[in-house]
């Protein structure tokens, strides 16, 4: 689901324009960043780096999701392919995408989250490659092959030219966040796209304010929490800011209390990867009651290698399963690393 998510779950214009990249930590209280938070990122970062595949991939069954997931990792907190301390290990993740993104014609990965992901990852490392041409032009691809594979009713589903059926609210969020990243970044996206997509996640928010898996009171797949954090956020990053449904999810959310910020809570790691990113956008009050939550929850869910483990329920036997481990790292980096604002997705 869904910077957004997502999110977060995108490349703004920052990449385009120097004086946009300045980072913008005199924006960031010491109680948001607390040192043992930017301990925890530097520990998760050296185990990405400990844990690269020789070429240059990251996980096992859904190598270009979890690749385009550590780039952003390395980039939340200012690092960029070719430019030490991570930059060989920056550079090797960008040509592996590159390479998909030739041999499939711009398709990337073997599902539409995963090509959403890499759409996203190719948007947030335009301009800060030194292969800003092959990275501009693949990402220009890619987001003709999401657009070519919208359905009438507005959404996405798993594989492309499936059948409407197959279309959910978790797939069809990860494509809004890519094609407004690329958007931002100078990418063409048609109008109607965007206005279709954003209805097609609006009809999957029921009364109380949560949103369900195809329609408003779909249920089967997931929890509430997750998929109305992906629904949130994509409103707001599409610029649905003042909408309702963006009001009555913000309230379901809040509604949860507690329960959500213990890691054995199901989906933790996914939902929370757009619930922050939904809270920042939303307000400085809505982000101020919510972060230091989740801060300090993964700082000491943190294993002593620098990992961060689990957040799927058991039984659930997907393929993103078999990367639980490389999955949940990059994630948790990305929620921590949300003060930093140097990656766009985090900035309003």
């Not at 990275?135 to 492309?160: C, E, F, H, M």
């Not at 990113?277 to 000491?300: C, F, G, H």
């Amino acid at each position: 689901m869904i910077r957004h998510y997502l999110i977060l779950w995108l490349s703004i214009l920052a990449f385009l324009h120097g004086a946009n990249r300045a980072p913008a930590q005199d924006k960031v209280r010491v109680a948001e960043l607390s040192p043992r938070a930017e301990a925890a990122i530097d520990r998760g970062l050296r185990y990405l780096a400990q844990t690269q595949n020789p070429n240059g991939s990251w996980g096992q069954a859904n190598q270009v999701a979890i690749t385009s997931l550590a780039l952003m990792a390395y980039m939340v907190k200012g690092h960029f392919p070719d430019r030490d301390p991570h930059g060989v290990t920056m550079a090797k993740g960008v040509d592996y995408l590159l390479k998909q993104a030739r041999l499939n014609k711009g398709y990337l990965g073997s599902n539409m989250y995963e090509h959403g992901l890499g759409t996203l990852a190719l948007s947030e490392v335009w301009g800060e490659s030194t292969r800003s041409d092959e990275v501009r032009d693949a990402l220009k691809s890619a987001v003709s092959v999401i657009v070519r594979n919208q359905t009438q009713r507005g959404g996405w589903g798993y594989y492309p030219d499936r059948d409407i059926a197959y279309q959910d609210v978790s797939i069809t969020v990860m494509q809004i966040v890519a094609l407004a990243s690329a958007k931002e970044a100078g990418i063409l996206v048609p109008d109607n796209t965007m206005k279709q997509a954003i209805d097609f996640v609006k009809s999957c928010q029921g009364a109380n304010g949560a949103f369900g898996y195809q329609t408003a009171g779909d249920h089967r797949i997931g929890v509430p929490f997750a998929r109305t954090a992906a629904g949130v956020t994509s409103l707001l990053m599409a610029g649905d800011r003042k909408s309702e449904a963006v009001k009555s999810g913000l309230a379901y959310l809040h509604g949860l209390g507690n329960a959500p910020f213990n890691p054995s809570y199901p989906w933790y790691y996914y939902g929370h990867y757009y619930a922050v990113q939904a809270m920042y956008q939303a307000s400085e009050k809505d982000y101020q009651t919510w972060y230091p939550k989740i801060r300090d929850s993964l700082v000491n869910a943190q294993d002593v290698d620098g990992s961060w483990k689990g957040g799927i329920p058991t039984g659930v036997r997907t393929k993103i399963e078999t990367d639980r481990d490389s999955y949940c790292t990059p994630v948790a980096i990305l929620i921590l690393g949300v003060p930093y604002r140097y990656l766009p997705i985090y900035q309003r």
